[in-house]
């Protein structure tokens, strides 16, 4: 499979002018700014839709630029402001490889925007997984609950957000600090702990551990049992 590209910004900028002065194309550029999140905070820029890539413009390293080509999304949830892309390879960005991208859209309706994108020129078979807000309102996406949660940090202040379970796994979603959002799949999960129904403990068996404290409606315990059956049994189908 292709791997996604790797581009400097003279090479976006151009790209985007040279199809913006190919009006036989009639290719629509939707440009949007945005913030881009990296390890231990975010990076400012510009999200560019042209033709089949979706290009991110870093305003302070233009040389950290990339693009990732429409075929190499596996799956987009788009939450309010917020679009989080998981890519079928690790894509190279400036900080390492990467699965999972996660954009913070300035304006209401850019991440929708973004999704129609994805949607748009595809067939059936082709198409990514696109979770929306308004699919989940729908009852179109595979959500079992969602709880209001935060993550505490000694260091650098923790962040807001809330917790998804759907039939595939969790996802912490932040909303005031997009670089702590988390997806783990249920494959991915190496062990989970309650240690009251307020915190919840995610072990992967990549990466450091991750405490969840939820606000409001806890997790019970038959919630608790099937999210750990959920695990075990994915834990099977990895041992084979």
Known sequence: MKQALLISASVVLFTVWLVGQDTR?????QVREAEFSVPFGTTEGKVAVVGEFLIFIDD?????????????????????????IETQTPMRVDTGQQTQLVFRLRNDGDAE???????????????????????????GSD???????????????????????????LAYEAI???????????????ELELNNPYELKVTPFNG??????????????DEFRQLVNSVTSARVSRAE
Request: net charge positive; no cysteine; charged share 25%.
């Open 60 to 84: 302070r390293r233009p040389e950290a630029s990339f693009a990732i080509s429409r075929g190499e999304i596996r799956n987009v949830r788009a939450d309010n402001q917020t679009v989080t």
């Open 113 to 139: 925007s973004i999704s129609q994108w994805l949607r748009s020129s595809r067939s059936a078979s082709q198409m990514p997984s696109v979770t929306s807000q308004a699919d989940s309102a729908a009852g």
């Open 208 to 221: 450091s551990d991750y405490t969840i404290e939820l606000s409001g409606k806890g997790i019970d315990a």
């Open 176 to 190: 005031d600090k997009i670089s702590d959002s988390r997806r783990w799949t249920f494959r991915d999960i190496k």
């Open 143 to 169: 959500i079992i609950a969602t709880y209001q949660a935060k993550r505490s940090t000694r260091l650098w202040g923790g962040s807001r957000g809330r917790l998804i379970i759907s039939q595939k796994g």
């Open 25 to 29: 194309s009639g290719q629509e550029i």
